[in-house]
């Protein structure tokens, strides 16, 4: 079978979702964003206690019931202190990777709904200043949030309502090139949730139904591991839509799907993965198979936490993962492809 996705459309639901902050655990922005998108072909979203978005596809056999996740948080930060001056330390949430963040724009998230703007700065900040600019060791212990506000001490912004435990989201930066380059932060996971709505698309579109019942799921905590860790007691296969890796012990390229294998975790089930790279071989889709050892899903997140379900992961390989990040929008597509193929297989 063809499929024709529609690039215009995926590349318009990547960057709505990329530009809506949705750090770990900050899911009032981007669920009512997923609400709306689900709408416009005529789905309600339901959720469960952990803040996962569902959208449930009926299909033609009704005996069985499938699962495609896609997570939507991304790594960010968390308000740690204030110090003296003003400055706002920080904890990490996900895996962030401080070389690419230093003097990047950031948004400081507050639980009345306000949101600041900040910077990320490092204590030794410049190099006409600090004699340890250059080698300082970049991590929770050196980097700050300065806000962009007049401040000069800790008062001052406990006084705009931020406070310990508040979230912060880092400015994606999203551009889209003429020759189909997408470079952003957070492509993990928001690449694989745009693919998922334009498999809503295109099987609404065409008037098809998947082969078995089918919950589209958007987990909100798969950057610190417990994403999975529930699923719904009908689903039989979770297959995790996930960032695939490019490396010097991979196949994958920024045009490629990438079939994980492995993780740091755990083999996926043999069966169903040999069943995806099956069908990948038989549609035509540009594709590999890789394993990732420093890497999870939300899918082995479900097996570690005794989910009854059979576990697989694939998704579009990008270059610089958790920095800013770049693929080419054929990989989305690619990976369209494969998660119609598998969701109208038998």
């Known amino acids: 079978m063809t ?8 590349v318009k639901d990547l960057k709505d979702l990329i530009e809506t902050p949705s750090t770990v655990s900050y899911y009032d922005e981007i669920m009512p964003v997923i609400e709306k998108k689900a709408a416009l072909y005529g789905y ?10 569902y959208i449930t596809i009926p299909g033609e056999d009704t005996s069985k019931t499938v699962c495609l996740g896609a997570h939507l948080d991304t790594i960010g930060m968390i308000v740690r202190n204030v110090t003296k001056d003003g400055a706002i330390t920080i904890r990490q949430l996900g895996g962030l990777n401080y070389s690419s963040l230093e003097s990047e724009n950031v948004l400081v998230h507050t639980r009345d709904g306000k949101s600041y703007s900040g910077m990320v700065i490092c204590k030794s900040h410049s190099v006409h200043v600090f004699d340890d600019a250059r080698t300082l060791n970049r991590d929770d212990e050196s980097i700050q949030v300065i806000l962009d506000q007049d401040i000069h ?9 931020i406070e310990h435990g508040d979230i912060i989201s880092v400015d994606p930066r999203f551009q889209y090139t003429e020759n189909g ?9 928001k690449g694989a949730a745009a693919c998922l709505f334009s498999l809503l698309a295109y099987l609404t579109k065409n008037n098809i139904k998947p082969k078995y019942n089918t919950l589209l799921a958007f987990p909100m905590y798969e950057e610190i591991g417990h994403g999975g860790a529930y699923v719904p007691s009908e689903v039989s296969e979770y297959v995790a839509l ?10 994958g390229d920024e045009y490629t799907c990438s079939i994980c294998v492995a993780d740091a975790y755990s083999p996926y089930d043999r069966g169903l993965t040999t069943k995806i790279i099956n069908l990948a071989k038989q549609e035509n889709i540009r594709y590999c198979v890789d394993i990732f050892y420093r890497y999870s899903t939300d899918a082995n997140a479900a097996i570690r936490s005794g989910n009854n379900v059979y576990a ?12 800013m990040e770049r693929c080419h929008i054929s990989a989305l ?6 998660a119609l193929a598998y969701v109208l297989a038998e």
């Open 153 to 161: 001490s800790d008062k001052d912004v406990y006084a705009l309502g």
């Open 44 to 53: 309600k979203v339901t959720y469960d206690r952990k803040r996962t978005a």
């Open 3 to 10: 499929f024709e996705i529609d690039r215009d459309l995926l």
């Open 181 to 189: 380059y997408v470079k952003s932060r957070h492509i993990d996971d």
């Open 242 to 251: 996930d960032i695939g890796l490019i490396g010097p012990d991979n196949h």
């Open 333 to 338: 597509e690619e990976t369209t492809k494969l």
């Open 312 to 323: 697989a992961a694939f998704g579009m390989a990008c270059m610089n993962s958790h920095g």
